[in-house]
T-cell receptor, first 112, second 112 residues
Framework: SQTIHQWPATLVQPVGSPLSLECTVE??????LYWYRQAAGRGLQLLFY??????ISSEVPQNLSASRPQDRQFILSSKKLLLSDSGFYLC???????????FGPGTRLTVT | AQSVTQPDIHITVSEGASLELRCNYS??????LFWYVQSPGQGLQLLLK??????LVQGIKGFEAEFKRSQSSFNLRKPSVHWSDAAEYFC??????????FGSGTKLNVKP
């Protein structure tokens, strides 16, 4: 069966520090991968998606970037965090060509 | 542009009572519609989906939803709510294989 992992589960970082969140998927090959952000009391905003290694599409201009160095690994990064980057970050995957997405447990990021 | 509206931010129902959560979407073509549930601090779990065919779809945990094209709605229902159903519920529309648009969510409280 397929599983999706995210780490860390929680993170507290000062403003201006770098960020690296990792997401990995097991049990499938060539998945589509997604990063979402959920701000407090708000819905989910799609940040990035990837259909293959090295292929990243950005949905919203921002202080963040994404990379996919391996087929089942998706990384969300920032060089300098802003207070507004605080939120709950969710990674998701889907089969290539499918609309149905499966979500990871999320990372709670607090920027202080 | 695609969008999803969940007009109810909070809903409180008594345990054993029926439930209906509203979702309206804006999409030019045939929509792919989803309902997800999120427990506090957790990722999202897919409850049900509509792609085509029968407009009444059954999901997990006793939930169902009805697609009404004329009303651009995809409301979620459950005949008898359990205390464990307390969570936040998100409606989403798929736009192309790599894009999801989520509503802002409805928080469900269940009174004993």
């Amino acid at each position: 069966s397929q599983t999706i992992h995210q780490w860390p589960a929680t993170l507290v970082q000062p403003v201006g520090s770098p960020l690296s969140l990792e997401c990995t998927v097991e049990g499938t090959s060539n998945p589509n991968l997604y990063w979402y952000r959920q701000a407090a009391g708000r819905g989910l905003q799609l940040l990035f998606y990837s259909v293959g290694i090295g292929q990243i599409s950005s949905e919203v201009p921002q202080n963040l970037s994404a990379s996919r160095p391996q087929d089942r690994q998706f990384i969300l990064s920032s060089k300098k965090l802003l207070l507004s980057d605080s939120g709950f970050y969710l990674c998701a995957w889907s089969y290539s060509g499918s609309y149905e997405q499966y979500f990871g447990p999320g990372t709670r990021l607090t920027v202080t | 542009a695609q969008s999803v509206t969940q007009p109810d931010i909070h809903i409180t129902v008594s345990e054993g009572a029926s439930l209906e959560l509203r979702c309206n979407y804006s999409y030019g073509a045939t929509p792919y519609l989803f309902w997800y549930v999120q427990s506090p601090g957790q990722g999202l779990q897919l409850l049900l989906k509509y792609f085509s065919g029968d407009t009444l779809v059954q999901g997990i945990k006793g939930f169902e939803a009805e697609f009404k094209r004329s009303q651009s709605s995809f409301n979620l229902r459950k005949p008898s709510v359990h205390w464990s159903d307390a969570a936040e519920y998100f409606c989403a529309v798929g736009s192309g294989f790599n894009k999801f648009y989520f509503g802002s969510g409805t928080k469900l409280n269940v009174k004993p």
